[in-house]
């Protein structure tokens, strides 16, 4: 197994429990920083571009504010999301507003907040007339369905089992209707791949909906001010993976810009993104400790972390890279389950993974842990979230979510006060 560099080490580590016991969650800034300035790079060529991160993958306000610092926007789909970009800096047109099946109050904050209003559905434009009113600039959500798979390229996920957006048709009804209504600004979205690690889906996406964007506004007689690509940039969770040469991806874009915008006379349109998972998920860690050692008929490693801190792999099966701090260059020669306490035998960080031979009191880094991470966090069977920390850019570390506690756990119910029962007495 190739060794992952670490931007920290055992001591450093060690330290940091003495003050944060284990599981937490701890981000690398500089390395947040230096990635998100690569994606940037690559779209220099487009004056306007913008990647509205995702909130959904770190939903932390001190994650956040590292990357409105960077330029970024926010991609949100909830109430909660939209008051995290406020609270993180983020105002109007930054803040991408792509919800689905959407309450009423929200899309009436997100019109307040000046947030862009990305509809997921053709019945939405009366919906949102209704309750908010119809904002100067409306976007769609297209979702290409069949249509997608003409490209011959590898898809990730079928769009047309997806329950987002709009059809073909739909699109050109509805910005008609959005004209007839007097909105007179636009914007054309999709989202169709989710951690896709070929780089040539993104500008086949981007001819997708250059070529679209050309048609409507001939057909219709209405000019876009940008398209959104999405997100869904994966990252190599095993290490035999490559990433997605970001700059390639950029050229590749740029050339389907000039070769079907800038005849078409749409030139400037802005180009956007959504990309959530490839700027911060490498560049989060789970470190958790090995608390007990357990043989049956399998050999089980038991850590103080569990699913609720990361349901990844007992979700989706993910595989996510583990390295026993202090251990790196140790024969990986053991062959074991690393497990948390759960209920449920699904609550497994690894399965049958080599590993060093780990003792009790062993530091272990979950790798890639930085995007749908502690965000997915749950309390099931009474465990509770873990503290986030970050690694700034001048080295220091700091806390930036605290672990929660019993008292969190008991805060939404109207019961007995939790005091009478944290003293147990045998009687
Ligand atoms: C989840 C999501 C994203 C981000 O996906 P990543 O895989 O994190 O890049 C972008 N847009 C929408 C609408 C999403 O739901």
């Not at 970024?72 to 970009?85: A, H, Q, V, Y």
């Not at 801190?309 to 099966?317: A, H, I, K, T, V």
């Amino acid at each position: 197994m190739p060794t992952l560099p670490l931007p920290f080490d055992e001591t450093r580590i060690r330290e940091l429990t003495r003050e944060y016991p284990t599981p937490f969650y701890l981000y690398d800034e500089n390395a947040i920083r230096t990635n998100a300035r690569k994606l940037l790079a690559a779209f220099d060529w487009c004056p306007t571009f913008c990647n509205h991160f995702a909130i959904k993958a770190t939903p932390n306000p001190h994650l956040l504010e590292i990357l409105a610092d960077l330029g970024f926007g926010t991609d949100c789909s909830s109430l909660p999301e939209l008051l995290l970009s406020r609270a993180a800096g983020f105002e109007g047109q930054r803040i991408m507003f792509t919800s689905n099946n959407t309450p009423a109050n929200e899309y009436i904050y997100a019109k307040r907040s000046g947030a862009v209003l990305n509809l997921d559905d053709i019945s939405h434009i009366d919906f949102v007339d209704q309750h908010a009113g119809l904002p100067d600039l409306v976007s769609f959500r297209y979702n290409p369905g069949p249509l997608r798979g003409e490209s011959g390229n590898k898809i990730i996920g079928n769009p047309e089992d997806a329950k987002y957006g709009l059809t073909r048709e739909q699109l050109f009804a509805g910005y008609h209707e959005l004209k007839d209504r007097g909105v007179s600004r636009f914007g054309l979205h999709t989202m169709v791949v989710s951690n896709e690690l070929n780089g040539s889906s993104f500008v086949e996406t981007a001819r997708m909906l250059f070529s679209l964007a050309v048609e409507i506004a001939q057909e219709l007689d209405i000019r876009f001010e940008w398209v959104n690509l999405g997100g869904g940039i994966g990252i190599p969770y095993s290490p035999e993976q490559q990433p997605v040469d970001l700059e390639t991806v950029g050229r590749g874009v740029r050339e389907a810009y000039e070769q079907i915008i800038v005849p078409a006379g749409l030139d400037p349109l802005g180009v956007r993104m959504e990309n959530g998972r490839v700027i911060t998920g490498p560049y989060g860690y789970l470190v958790t400790t090995a608390v007990h050692h357990k043989h049956i008929y399998k050999n089980y490693v038991g850590v103080d972390a569990c699913m609720a801190n990361l349901m990844r792999p007992g979700m989706y099966g993910a595989y996510h890279h583990i390295s026993v701090l202090g251990k790196e260059d140790a024969p990986h020669d053991t062959t074991v389950d690393v497990v948390g306490s759960l209920c449920e035998n699904n609550d497994k960080f690894a399965v049958d993974r080599q590993l060093p031979t780990i003792d009790n009191g062993d530091l272990l880094v979950i790798h890639d842990a930085g995007a749908h991470g502690h965000a997915m966090g749950f309390q099931y069977n009474g465990r509770l979230r873990s503290a986030e920390l970050l690694l700034a850019a001048d080295g220091s570390v700091r806390c930036i979510r605290r672990a929660e506690t019993v008292a969190d756990y008991f805060a939404t119910l109207d019961h007995k006060p939790l005091e009478q029962l944290v003293e147990p007495s045998a009687d």
